[in-house]
């Protein structure tokens, strides 16, 4: 599949990100962090081999990837048990079937402020349905454009979103589009890397982010040349493989983490919360089985 520039596209309807627009340099902490005021909880739902993940700070809650068409019930559900009733940012990394699946649900049945999403079109269903509501609901809709970076608050957390660095990868192509989501809050560091593979991992290794306390580990735990050079760049101190029981993690995965002692959660065993004060990061996984 070769990728057209989601901008030509759609222009008219969404906001097309300046990569010039952000100046800070990418790097370690900041040495100016927030002050903490509130907990981060991060929650990774069980919906197989997919991503579907939503962080929570005092204030705001950010969804990443909405995993396959159905799941989207699974995340409004979830978010309506607590009571929140509209997403301030929606993430989709990329628009493969297992990220980009329920966010036409989304998009049609809950208030989304914001809706950042990477340069390409795709021509799967599950893409077209989400387009489509995007225009039918007039939703803020901002593409990153290849190298380009945005920074915002998140009440004491702060956020950098990375897109890839190149217009075309080749041949099936679309994980390597991935956005990359940095966080800091406090003393801790996070990093949602959607499915990067060898290119795209390549790609974050030289933005030089530092150690990370925690990583949500790329492209459901498939085991690449990059994978131990990614990993030691990383360095985390918790992972979550987002992966089902019939397409589990690759076994070289399992031993690469066990290995460098990563407390690492396979959302296959029930749904995943790490919890950030700021200074320590508190997990857990409840007790449920994936259905798929």
């Known amino acids: 599949m070769i990728a057209k520039k989601l901008t030509a596209l759609l222009l008219g309807t969404l906001t097309w990100f300046s990569a010039s627009a952000c100046t800070t340099k990418s790097g370690q902490k900041s ?18 081999k997919a991503d579907a993940l939503v962080v929570q700070t005092q204030n705001t809650v950010i969804v990443i990837d909405t995993g396959e068409k159905g799941d989207g019930k699974k995340i409004e559900k979830f978010l309506e048990k607590q009571g929140i009733e509209a997403i301030d940012t929606l993430i989709i990394t990329h628009f493969d079937k297992d990220h980009v699946g329920g966010a036409a649900r989304l998009v049609n049945r809950m208030k989304i402020h914001t809706i950042y999403v990477p340069d390409y079109a795709s021509e799967s269903d599950a893409y077209t349905k989400f387009i489509e509501k995007v225009q039918e609901n007039g939703n803020a809709l901002t593409v990153l454009p290849a ?9 004491d957390a702060a956020m950098t979103l990375y897109a890839a660095e190149e217009n075309r990868y080749g ?15 406090g ?22 982010l530092g150690n990370v306390d925690f990583l949500k580990y790329p492209y459901h735990g498939n085991y690449l040349t990059l994978s131990e050079q990614f990993l030691d760049a990383c360095q985390p101190k918790v992972s979550i493989v987002c992966c089902s029981e019939k397409e589990y993690a690759d076994p070289e995965t399992v031993a690469m983490l066990e290995k460098r002692g990563v407390d690492t959660y396979y959302t296959c065993n029930g749904v995943v919360t790490v919890t950030s004060d ?11 089985s994936s259905n798929r």
């Open 278 to 288: 700021g200074k320590t990061l508190h997990c857990s996984q409840s007790a449920e």
């Open 171 to 185: 041949q099936n192509e679309e994980n390597d589009f991935s956005l990359a989501l940095y966080m800091q809050h």
């Open 187 to 208: 003393e801790n560091t996070f990093l949602f890397s959607g499915d990067a593979e060898n290119k795209r991992m390549q790609e974050i290794i030289g933005l030089q």
């Open 147 to 155: 190298k380009g970076k945005l920074e915002w608050l998140a009440d």
């Open 31 to 48: 040495e100016k962090t927030v002050p903490v005021t509130g907990d981060v909880r991060i929650t990774a739902l069980n919906v197989g």
